[in-house]
């Protein structure tokens, strides 16, 4: 039945919209975290307020996922304040159609996250374009109704989310670092700690061994992407380059496309009235991508153009679960890194 319980539940699900969504009291506070430079942008500025006056003329940023949603709003917008756009597509078709919708510098390229194949394809092109990449926005992904699959043995929503990126930005640091300010955002979510196992990473869960529930196994992913940025940040410290999360906020876009068909008529009639434009929800990723106040902020987590504190039990800055899963990717990995 298409009821506002079944909606809010939805939009939970997919993005965690906790004062919205319940009477409970909320289990997290997210304030602003003023140990670090805070911006003068919200949850209402767009990708466009957040880059206004700046020149990305030179720059080269690679979006994944630039077909739809967030991500081809990011690539839009980096295109118009003058960045060279790599835009990736689940296929190079896809990828090329998107960027002709758009104004700019744009080099399409072909990226299945569910093929490591592909990923190392991805980056072996991405590497003969020669060029530093000062902005590597990975933000492809899947939503949490996404039925239970392996690939080569692992959940695939883990693998989507994180895995497949978790490749891709091994194969693509050495660019990332011979750029002047390199910058990697990881395009997380509140659901990596609002909607995760208890344990955080359930390491023993990871190949579909347990229960599978996809609103955990889509927080899971989202902490995945937290946890690899916080590592990235630490292996990263005596660099110019840095690692941060973000999380875009409740946006209305595709993510709804695996949901129940009455869930995804609810979210087209009325996701406006309580989620973001797109245009908003690239505000954030955009932001870290490149004020000049974060030149230096690295393993931060962001929400609404702001970096935030978390009280409330969550392990997005877990050290020790950051390098397990990273030793673990690594084996999950073997012989599709460098
Ligand atoms: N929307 C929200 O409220 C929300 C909230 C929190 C976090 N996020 C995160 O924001 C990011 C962008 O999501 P969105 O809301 O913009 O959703 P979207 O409109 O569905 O866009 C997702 C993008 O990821 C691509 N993608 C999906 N599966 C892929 C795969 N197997 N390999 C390569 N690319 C793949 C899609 O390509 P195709 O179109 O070809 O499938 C599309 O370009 C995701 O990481 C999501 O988890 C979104």
Redesign the pocket.
């Known amino acids: 039945m298409l009821n506002r319980r079944n909606f809010i539940r939805y939009s939970v699900a ?3 919209v906790t004062s919205l969504s319940s009477c409970a009291a909320p289990r997290h506070t997210i304030t602003i975290d003023d140990r670090l430079p805070v911006g003068p942008f919200n949850a209402d500025s767009t990708a466009e307020d957040v880059t206004n006056g700046i020149d990305l003329t030179g720059k080269v940023a690679l979006v ?9 709003e990011t690539m839009r917008v980096l295109a118009l304040r003058g960045a060279h756009v790599i835009g ?3 296929t190079l078709e ?1 990828a090329q159609s998107a960027c002709a919708k758009i104004k700019g510098t744009t080099t399409a390229v072909a ?4 093929d490591l194949h592909s990923v190392v394809a991805c980056a072996n092109s991405v590497k003969d374009l020669n060029e530093p990449i000062d902005m590597l926005i990975l ?5 949490s109704y996404t039925k239970f699959g392996l690939i080569n043995g692992i959940e695939s929503i883990f693998h ?2 994180y895995l ?1 990126h978790f490749v891709l930005a091994n194969h693509l640091l050495p660019l990332v670092e011979s750029a002047e300010q390199g910058r990697i955002v990881h ?5 990596g700690y609002m909607s995760v196992p208890d344990v955080g990473i359930d390491f023993d869960n990871l190949k579909g061994e347990k229960d599978y529930d996809s609103e955990l196994a889509y927080g899971r992913s ?1 902490l995945a992407n937290a946890l690899f940025s916080l590592e990235l940040s630490k292996q990263l410290k005596s660099t110019r380059t840095t690692s941060n999360v973000i ?5 209305k ?3 709804a ?1 695996s949901a129940p068909a009455f869930m995804r008529i609810a979210f087209d009639m009325f996701g406006s009235v309580i ?1 973001k434009t ?1 245009a908003q ?1 690239a505000a954030t990723q955009s932001y870290v991508a490149t004020s000049a106040l974060l030149s230096t902020v690295s393993g931060a987590y962001f929400e609404d153009c702001n970096p935030v504190k978390i009280e409330g039990e969550n392990y997005v800055f877990d050290e020790a679960m950051a390098r397990k899963l990273w030793l673990l990717s690594e084996e999950m990995s073997e012989g599709f890194l460098i």
């Not at 990226?111 to 569910?114: P, R, V, Y």
């Not at 933000?139 to 939503?143: D, E, L, Y």
């Not at 999380?247 to 946006?251: E, I, L, N, S």
């Open positions: 997919t993005t965690g994944t996922g630039c077909t739809s949603g967030i991500g081809f990736t597509g689940r896809k990226l299945e996250l569910s933000n492809a992904g899947v939503g989507i989310n497949g395009v997380g979510s509140r659901m989202k999380h875009p906020g409740f946006v876009t595709n993510i496309r989620a797109p929800g």
